[in-house]
């Protein structure tokens, strides 16, 4: 499966406005709606920057994505909206991604929310289709790389972003940063920190030789950080 065969699958099928009335089903990534009053203020004034993305079914439609919008907009009085309409026949697992890509395509997510929404679009990718095990084009599966071209985005930003949602769900202090350039910070600094002390401990006990100094740095993967990660007894002290 490559990835323009996947946008073909979760492209909308029709973009047009519907009553806010037939809308149903709210299905929320958000742990937490936030005020709505910013918001409300900005679609006053611009407009709805977004459209909202839907799924049609024979009583109207439901929610995908968008309900902070939903929300805002019918707060506003508004009887109708401009939204993304997908068919009533797509999978429940093509449902997802497109609620996940749909999501992703706005930019006024925190950054826990934003990297761990990619996290979950990639691992749902890879649920879908398989992990790529080669990297060419005749490989069948999803590779990150795949994911990074889904989103437009360099495969470096998407795998740091990935691993970042990641060591957030070991460490959840490190998703109450005040950006994500200081959480990716922190994060380098434990990571290094666990490197020299898990390096320090197996030097010790292996030998001192260059030659086995070598293998053992050469040989400490990020698989090994997690694990110190995971060890770390008093998360929260770490900020």
Do not use: C
Not at 195 to 218: A, Q
């Amino acid at each position: 499966m490559n990835v323009e065969e996947v946008e073909r699958k979760i492209r909308p099928i029709e973009v047009r406005k519907i009553p806010l009335s037939q809308i149903s089903g709210v299905d929320r990534f958000r742990e937490d709606i936030g005020n709505l009053d910013s918001l409300k203020r900005s679609i006053d004034q611009n407009g709805l920057i977004h459209n909202l993305a839907v799924n049609k079914n024979n009583e109207g439609y439901v929610l995908l994505a968008g309900e902070r919008r939903l929300r805002a907009v019918t707060e506003l009085g508004w009887k109708e909206v401009t939204a993304n309409i997908y068919s009533e026949d797509i999978s429940e697992i093509n449902k997802r991604a497109i609620e996940l890509y749909e999501n992703l395509e706005r930019k006024d997510f925190t950054y826990n929310e934003e990297v761990g929404l990619k996290k979950k679009l990639h691992d749902l990718m890879t649920e879908m289709y398989g992990k790529k095990e080669g990297g060419g084009k005749s490989w069948s599966g999803w590779s990150l790389r795949d994911t990074s071209k889904l989103l437009n985005e360099s495969p470096a930003t998407v795998s740091q972003d990935i691993k970042l949602a990641e060591a957030i769900e070991v460490i959840p202090a490190l998703g109450m940063k005040k950006n994500k350039k200081d959480a990716v910070k922190l994060l380098s600094q434990l990571e290094e920190k666990i490197v020299l002390e898990e390096i320090k401990k197996r030097i010790e006990t292996s030998g001192t030789s260059d030659k086995v100094k070598d293998k053992i740095i050469s040989s400490f993967i990020i698989k090994d950080v997690f694990e110190g990660l995971k060890s770390l007894e008093d998360r929260k002290s770490v900020v």
